[in-house]
């Protein structure tokens, strides 16, 4: 197992510790797909992504559905094409707990419940 897998199965673990269901998948157009066929509190994707990379992904989802949470994690090797702010609501640098991604779980999904 890659250690991109392993981060990605420990984040799904935590989501779930938290009473979610966590959808995961292996491609950006993977997650295009799933986003057009259900509705998600959150959604959480890496950057370094095959296809395109987490940014374009967040741009999709926003022109779909500009109020869709989204969290974007990023190591220190990543580099986005661009220097606008990030599409995605919030950014998750590399190296991170648990108890962050606690935070930002409900910090996102709180934020959408409330408009």
Known sequence: MS??????????????????????????????????????DLVGTKFDLPGMNGEELACWIKALLPRQPIVLVMNERDQ??????????LVLRKPFTFSEIKQVIYKLIRSETET
């Open 3 to 40: 250690n991109d897998a392993i981060v990605v199965e420990a984040i799904a673990a935590a989501v779930r510790m938290e009473g979610h269901v966590p959808t995961v998948v292996s491609s950006g157009a993977e997650a295009l797909r799933c986003i057009h066929s259900q509705h998600y």
């Open 80 to 89: 986005p094409s661009s220097r606008q702010p990030s599409a995605a609501d």
